[in-house]
Structure formats: C-alpha cells, structure tokens
C-alpha cells in the first residue's frame, strides 16, 4: 500500500459572486492511501462537493493543490471517475452503451472490439446488472441506474473513484444492498474511494477513514477519524458493536454538539482573554488536524 497516493494540499478556493468573492474553503489538508476507503462528512453547504470538483480536476483551487500518484491535478481526466448522486446516465443509451461509452474513451486503441466488450459486460456482472443489458435508463429504477452509474466508472478502471452522495436518492433496502456490493467491489479490487455522505451510518460502515469538515466560509478539515474494524463488515452484527457505535457518537458529536464549528480566530481570541476559556480552546486545538 503507498502511502499518500492522492494529497489535498492546503487547498483553498474563492468564488466570485455578485456580493464579492466568496471563500469556500480555506487550508482543506489531507491524505488518502492507495486502497483507502474514505468518507467525507459535514452540513450542507460546508464544500464537499467543491473539495470533490477540485479532486477531479473539474474546479481550480484557489491555493494549494492536489497530487495524484505524483502528478499534479489541474484537469479532469480518466484516472478519476465520478459517481453523482444523480446517475448522469445518457437518457438516449441502453444500459450496455452507457458503460461502453466510458470504456470506448480509455481503452480505444490498447484493447481490441471483442475485449472490451467483455469488459463492458464483466462490469455490469460485478453490480449485477447483466440480466438488463439492453434496456434503456427510462425503463430500469434509480436503484439500477445508479448501479449503472457504478460499473461505468468501475469500468474506465480509475486511480480513484469519487462518489458524491450515491445513495442518497435510494431507499432504504436499495441503499443497504448497493453500499454492500460497493464494499465488496472494492475491496475485489483495491479501489481508492472518496464518498461524499450525509449518512453517519454509512460513513462509519463503508470507511477506513472520516475527513469531518467545519463549516463554511472557509471550511477546513475539523477531524479525521480512522475507522479500525475488520473487514468484510456486516451491516447487523456491526450495529450491536460497541466500537461501531464509539465511532458513530464521535461523528454524531462532531456534527451536532460541535455544530462542525472550528473557529480558529475565536479559540485564539479566548485563550487571550480567561484562563477557564483558555484550556478550554487549547484542548479544542488539539483535536483540530
Ligand atoms: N460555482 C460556485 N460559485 C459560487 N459559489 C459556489 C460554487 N460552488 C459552490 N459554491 C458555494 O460553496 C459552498 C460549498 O458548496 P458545496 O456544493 O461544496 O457544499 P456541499 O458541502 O457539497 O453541500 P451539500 O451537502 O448541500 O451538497 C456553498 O456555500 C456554495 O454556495
Ligand atoms: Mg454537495
């Protein structure tokens, strides 16, 4: 496993806006293995998404950089597919094209007609929707699509898979069974993941790590927390789990007792004013990353 496969790098990005530029993020720092399973978490509106568009190249950061297996990101590209929360399915393609699209893109030229058909089909076994290959995304759910969506990008064999908000659109029952087949799929094949989630349950089941953001304007890393449970996890036995749920109150926590709140310039501004209030924001300090 390499350490440090993929560096957000102090980024920090401004937007212009008709009330001036507005700064979303500020000194975003962090690092994701090769092979990592990693979630990132926080209100609405903190930056995920805009973290993940920097991630893909599809936003420039205002400061500070990513880096990709030793490159620098400053455009899309194939290396890093995207999930949406909407599948993005082209409305116009049957579920088999869609995945060839993607296919046809990275491997025309190094893999012949017959291979990458076998591949196209391989990736729509691995999310078990071979048995509908032919039919067109108004005629399948959006459990499906978004199964579709999965071995599209499964299928242009990313360095890293980048999924915002996936399941958020499914049920309950569609959601629990496409974050297994995530699971399984990935660790099959050692994916890198970031996964955008509002879902502090998943965040916990799915990950290795939770990258806890603050809120906005300039939203930063709040803390990160490492997932330490065996694998594979199984969603039932994991609840009576007595780390499980340590995990899951010190998410809950973050986001509701501490609001996502990490305010360096009042923490600093308290230890100048009372001693209690001191030791209170140094400790808070400490817990930032
Ligand atoms: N292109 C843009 N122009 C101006 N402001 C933007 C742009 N993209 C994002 N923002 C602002 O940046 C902040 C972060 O947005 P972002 O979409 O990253 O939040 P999010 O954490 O993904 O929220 P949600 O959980 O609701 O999806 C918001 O205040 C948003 O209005
Ligand atoms: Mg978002």
Avoid at 124 to 146: C, F, N, W, Y
Avoid at 211 to 230: F, H, K
Wanted: proline content about 3%; glycine content about 6%; some cysteine.
């Amino acid at each position: 496993m390499m350490n440090k496969f993929l560096e957000i790098s102090r980024v920090g990005i401004e937007f212009p806006t008709s009330n001036g530029t507005y700064c979303a993020l500020s000194d975003v720092d962090f690092h994701i293995n090769e092979g990592e399973f990693v979630s990132i978490i926080g209100h609405s509106g903190c930056g995920k998404s805009t973290v993940l568009n920097i991630v893909a190249g599809l936003y420039q950061a205002t400061s500070g950089g990513v880096i990709l297996d030793g490159k620098e990101v400053n455009e899309p590209g194939p290396d890093r597919a995207v999930v949406f929360q909407s599948h993005a399915l082209m409305p116009w393609l049957s579920v088999y094209d869609n995945v060839a699209l993607g296919v046809e893109q990275v491997f025309k030229g190094n893999k012949t007609r017959a291979e990458m058909m076998e591949w196209v089909e391989h990736n729509l076994r691995l999310v078990k929707m071979d048995h509908a290959t032919q039919k067109m995304p108004h005629e399948i759910s959006g459990g499906m699509k978004q199964r579709v969506g999965i071995a599209r990008c499964l299928a242009m064999q990313p360095k890293v898979m980048l999924m915002d908000e996936p399941f958020g659109a499914l049920d309950a029952l569609t959601r629990a069974n496409l974050q297994d087949s995530v699971m399984e799929i990935q660790k099959e094949l050692n994916t890198t993941v970031i996964l955008i989630t509002h879902d502090v349950d998943e965040a916990v089941l799915m990950s290795d790590k939770i990258v806890m953001m603050s809120n906005g304007p300039a939203a930063r890393v709040g803390e990160i927390l490492e997932i330490d449970l065996a694998r594979p996890r199984e969603r039932l036995a994991l609840a009576k789990s007595d780390k499980f749920n340590y995990y899951r109150q010190q998410v809950l926590s973050f986001l509701y007792e501490k609001k996502g709140v990490v305010d360096f310039d009042a923490a600093k501004k308290k230890i100048e004013t009372t001693p209690a209030e001191s030791a209170q924001a140094s400790s808070n300090d400490e817990k930032v990353s």
